[in-house]
């Protein structure tokens, strides 16, 4: 853990200028490369086609409602994300050592970030899971696949993810002999093999949640931005500088994402950067052991995978609804909240549980 005294020390310093320089270099990148992407989007017309039923055949009635007027608006948006993030890698590898070579800046040479014990993981899940989303979205753009106006039935997802968090969690345990289950302020538990179904949910939720909190304008790319925001301070404090740096890059490419995703949005995001980028959040809070402190930063994910599935479970056992739409972005909307006031809600609301689990994971480290 750092100590507060050494953040006046010059490494400690230039470590928090690496952080702050790769969100910002990433932002750059990110915000440049949007035109060419949206562009190729709008011109290949792929653009996301509204559904009309949900996964029990019943009528969507609020959701084909009102977001009746975004049917055609492009897809794939998280590609900006995830490829600006990989570029900057591939730079920080090949381009920026020849440059501080060239102007003899140690500085420069300092902001390369990938190494193998911090952010080959998330990489692998970023590209791994991105490419995942990448085909369903291709799949329902093209109306491909067995479902209903195209895309992966949902085992196959599932199955595709399950197996994606299983190479994960061998890794976790068998490579870097991992099985430790951190509580804040209590201390670590050797649970063995349960690591690895341990492993596997907390990848599957915030894949699958992540991807459920993506239905308005603005909504998860704005929660994202304020997890990966969280857990690079975390993985900053536990001294994982280059994982602290990589969520500062996903951090700096999701704010560029946002200033075109915030409502009336030019693009979405798409599973592509929904389940890409939730299985992420998944991997860097399990490299920072803190499980527990994820629930709570992310805990709006909780809200809105749980009324999802409590509202499949009403209607499948009990014939009714006990949301007006779900997830509960939805009810709200159905209950006649603007689309930009559930967003901003939901920003604050995330700020504020982030706060209160950037602390918890933070304090409770000892």
Known sequence: MVELSNFYTVPYIIDIIKVMTTGVLAFIIAFAFTPFWTNFLY???IGIKIKKTGVQGDKLTYVSRFHANKGGTPTMGGVIVWFSVI???FASQFVLPELAKLYDSHFLARLDFLSRKETYLPLFALAAAGTLGLFDDIMSVRGWGSNKGGGMRFALRFGWLFVIAGLGSWWFYDKLGWDLFHVPG???????LWYIPLFIFVIIFTAF??????????????????AFASFAMVAFFQ???DLAAFCAALSGALLAFLWFNIHPARFFMGDTGAVGLGATLGVVALLTNSIVPLFVIVFIYSLESGSAFIQLFSKRFFGRKVFLAAPIHHHFQALGWPEPKIVMRAWIFTALTAGIGTLIAIIGQG
């Open 239 to 241: 001294n994982k500088v």
């Open 186 to 192: 209590v201390g670590d538990f050797s649970i063995g």
């Open 87 to 89: 570029i900057l890698i």
């Open 209 to 226: 949640s992540s991807n459920e909190t993506d239905g308005l304008d603005g909504l998860n790319g704005g929660v994202l931005l304020i």
């Open 43 to 45: 011109r290949n017309k």
